[in-house]
C-alpha cells in the first residue's frame, strides 16, 4: 500500500508554468503506475496524465499534449507533472494517484486507480 502526496499547487497567472509533484513512502512507489486528475468547481474529476511504473509510457488527455508532461524519478519515489502555458480552465484541484502493483497497462480512468492523494490547488489567474 502506498499513499501519494501531492505538492507544488499555488497561485500562477495565464501563460505562466507550474510543476507539480507527488511523492510516497516506501520503496514500492515505484512500481505502480501513476495518474494525475483534477477536478473544477462544479465539474467532475477529469484525467489529466498518466505514466507506466517503468516510467516509459505515458498518457494524455488529448486536449492537454503539448502544455502538459509527466514524468517520475524512482530513484526518489517522484511523479512530476510539468504545466506550461497554463490557462484559466487549468484551475482546479490536482489530485495524483497510483494504479494496480505492476499494471502492464497505463490506466486512464478514475476506477482503475486504488491509492489518491489529498490533492493540491492550482488557480490560474488572469
Known amino acids: 500500500q502506498v499513499q501519494p502526496v501531492e505538492s507544488g499547487g499555488g497561485l500562477v497567472q495565464a501563460g505562466g508554468s507550474l510543476r507539480l509533484s507527488c511523492a510516497a513512502s516506501?520503496?514500492?512507489?515505484?512500481?505502480?503506475?501513476v495518474g494525475w486528475f483534477r477536478q473544477a468547481p462544479g465539474k467532475e474529476r477529469e484525467f489529466v496524465a498518466a505514466v507506466s511504473w517503468r516510467g516509459a509510457t505515458t498518457r494524455y488527455e488529448d486536449s492537454l499534449k503539448g502544455r502538459f508532461t509527466i514524468s517520475r524519478d524512482n530513484a526518489k519515489n517522484t511523479v512530476y507533472l510539468q504545466m506550461n502555458n497554463l490557462k484559466l480552465e487549468d484551475t482546479a484541484v490536482y489530485y495524483c494517484?497510483?494504479?494496480?502493483?505492476?499494471?502492464?497497462?497505463?490506466?486512464?480512468?478514475?476506477?482503475?486507480?486504488?491509492?489518491w492523494g489529498q490533492g493540491t490547488q492550482v488557480t490560474v489567474s488572469s
Open positions: 494517484a497510483a494504479g494496480p502493483l505492476w499494471s502492464p497497462v497505463v490506466p486512464v480512468t478514475i476506477k482503475e486507480y486504488n491509492y
Open positions: 516506501g520503496r514500492t512507489f515505484s512500481n505502480y503506475p
